[in-house]
């Protein structure tokens, strides 16, 4: 039967579930990163968390663990997500749990997704297993924030990252070189980097390419180059741009003037090389300022992308920040003092962390609306 109520040894190996569920941030998208424990007598006898995309989930890799699969018809199986019910990349984890004949199964939350939504608990109840459902619920829909966001709202989930001088500006008014003026120390910029292969992908628009000429790729990390999405309205940027280099694959949206119709215009993805992925053409009404960011959402989730970080520049932050959408915004404040230049952007939204990184500051934000 469907069990509500649970205990601490059940919080505990949930607990357990979403420290390792992390190993894969990053790596499965856009499946969401599971983690699961086995655990028989009081002791856990084996764990897994979702591997690479297209490889085993979380449930497979902790059974395929356990070395004496006689165990498993006397265990409980803790799972952050609800297993799958459905064929994709692999067989239905609810039907290998039946399939080992696994008594009881504790787990986190639902899955949102249509495809499973509540059937694999039903598998597992149709099979006569004990199941208990919501056990650590909000810190577990907190745990798989990407892909709640990208199958309930229908976008990526969008982390908002800028860093500021100590007077508000995100970069000075004139500078000599094509290239990044530094505001934070290196630890925080490689932080950064960090982030970048958490996400599948990285935004920007015209102006922070132009000024800056970056690469926004993983340099001081280890992890996999985030799909690089650049914003290019009026066609103005070359191929010889970083952006386009062969170290990451990128994503070009732009309109095209001669397409014009009335105050609509045609975007879609122009290939100055072979770095550039996909093939798509929306229309956007510029006329409305505040449809632009979710257009390019909806261009997002086309391409299932289930997270993006935006790093600029400053009108590009604030589009997404006047359309509300926005779910984290991750804002460094560094000494420098500039006195003038580009202003930071106008942010309004919940503080959850603030932490300094040597002299840096880090705030992070929650939009609550």
């Not at 199986?77 to 004949?101: A, M, N, R, W």
């Not at 949102?112 to 919501?134: C, S, T």
């Not at 090389?273 to 390019?296: C, H, R, W």
Request: net charge positive.
């Amino acid at each position: 039967m469907l069990k509500l109520n649970y205990n601490l040894s059940d919080q505990l190996y949930i607990t357990r579930a979403l420290q390792i569920a992390k190993n894969g941030l990053g790596l499965t998208r856009p499946n969401p990163m599971v983690g699961c424990v086995i655990v028989h007598n009081n002791t856990i006898i084996a764990e897994g968390f979702t591997s690479e995309y297209g490889g085993n989930h979380a449930e497979v890799n902790a059974i395929n663990n356990v070395q004496d699969k006689a165990l498993l018809k006397e265990a409980t199986i803790f799972v952050t997500l609800e297993p799958c019910s459905h064929y994709g990349k692999t067989p239905p984890c609810s039907d290998l749990i039946i399939h080992h004949q696994i008594p009881n199964i504790v787990i986190g939350c639902v899955d949102d997704n249509p495809e499973v939504a509540g059937k694999g608990i039903k598998k597992l109840l149709d099979a006569g297993r004990n199941v208990k459902v919501g056990v650590l619920e909000a810190e577990c829909k907190a745990h798989h924030k990407r892909f709640f966001t990208f199958h309930n709202k229908k976008r990526p989930y969008i982390i908002l990252k800028w860093a500021e001088s100590n007077d508000g500006f995100i970069a000075p008014k004139s500078k000599n070189e094509q290239k990044p003026v530094w505001i934070t120390n290196t630890y925080s910029r490689q932080l950064v980097h960090k982030w970048r292969t958490e996400e599948q992908a990285i935004l920007v628009g015209t102006n922070t390419v132009l000024h800056d000429n970056p690469t926004l790729n993983v340099r001081d990390w280890t992890g996999n180059n985030p799909l690089r999405v650049i914003l290019d309205k009026n066609k103005a940027l070359k191929a010889d741009c970083n952006v386009f280099n062969a170290k990451a694959e990128s994503l070009l949206i732009y309109h095209n003037n001669k397409a014009t119709q009335n105050t609509k215009q045609t975007w879609s993805i122009h290939p100055p090389n072979n770095t550039m992925v996909g093939d798509l053409n929306a229309v956007i009404d510029f006329s409305q300022k505040e449809n632009q960011a979710q257009q390019i959402c909806d261009t997002l989730f086309k391409h299932n992308i289930n997270s993006v970080i935006i790093e600029g520049g400053s009108k590009t932050l604030q589009l997404f920040i006047d359309a509300g959408l926005w779910d984290e915004a991750r804002v460094f404040k560094g000494q420098t003092i500039f006195k003038e230049g580009v202003k930071a952007p106008k942010l309004q939204g919940k503080l959850i962390n603030q932490s300094s990184i040597l002299e840096d500051l880090l705030y992070i934000y929650k939009n609550t609306n």
